[in-house]
């Protein structure tokens, strides 16, 4: 989550206070950067997007590709919900 205006929602949205009071975790804190400019907020969309999805679906493809799947067949068969999320946030969707 990319929140502008750094110096007004850090004063505002205290992320220290909702890890001590257990309403987020202590790694939930890594998902929140504040950006000051448009420049900078566009990187960091930028940059996760390219990190967790273009660079999944490439993977997708890849794996599509060396299993000569047929167009429609469905990539995700077999997974759990902790294949696709991780054994942390699969917790947390139950």
Do not use: C, H
Not at 14 to 28: Q, W, Y
Not at 42 to 70: D, I
Request: aromatic residues 10%; glycine residues 8%.
């Amino acid at each position: 989550m990319v929140i502008y205006g750094s110096e007004y929602w850090k004063k505002v949205f205290n992320l220290d206070v909702l890890v001590e009071t257990g309403a987020i975790s202590p790694k939930d804190i890594n998902l929140f950067q504040f950006a000051d400019t448009p420049e900078q907020a566009f990187e960091m969309l930028r940059k996760g997007l390219t990190e967790n999805y273009l660079v999944a679906e490439a993977a997708a493809g890849t794996l599509a590709e060396s299993q000569e799947m047929t167009p429609g067949e469905d990539l995700m068969a077999g997974w759990t919900v902790e294949d696709f999320l991780g054994p942390e946030m699969a917790k947390t969707s139950k």
